[in-house]
């Protein structure tokens, strides 16, 4: 099956540990399509988006196996690409320009 850049890249993943990962690491989390490579992801992101991407890494969670009345299923295969853009190039999907990484924020205690 031939793969082009928009079949490739199926959307940003909403999570907490995604959002975290934006915010504080500046990595982007994304779903793809199940038979995408880390090349095919990083062409396909600096291709769509202009940017540099610097680093690429895949994890895939395979489908669950369910009993729905009396009946085996099995769910569908995830793939995710977690991807470290280059220094000077940013994505923002969560819209979180105005909001401080985590790691530098200093923690006050109350009396």
């Known amino acids: 099956m031939d793969l082009n850049i928009y079949d490739i890249i199926k959307g940003p993943v909403a999570t907490d540990k995604?959002?975290?990962l934006n915010r504080?690491?500046?990595k982007l989390v994304l779903k793809v399509?199940?038979?995408a490579n880390k090349p095919l992801?990083?062409?396909a992101l600096e291709k769509l988006f202009n940017v540099k991407v610097?680093?690429?890494r895949i994890i895939v969670?395979?489908?669950k196996n369910k009993l729905v009345r009396r009946h085996k299923v099995k769910d569908s295969l995830v793939k995710r690409a977690i991807v470290s853009l280059a220094e000077g190039y940013t994505l923002d999907f969560f819209d979180q320009t105005k909001i401080e990484p985590?790691?530098?924020k200093k923690v006050e205690k109350k009396d």
């Open 61 to 63: 969670r395979k489908g």
């Open 54 to 56: 610097e680093n690429v």
């Open 24 to 26: 504080d690491l500046k």
């Open 33 to 35: 399509h199940p038979e």
């Open 18 to 20: 995604a959002y975290r």
């Open 102 to 104: 985590a790691l530098n």
């Open 41 to 43: 992801v990083k062409s």
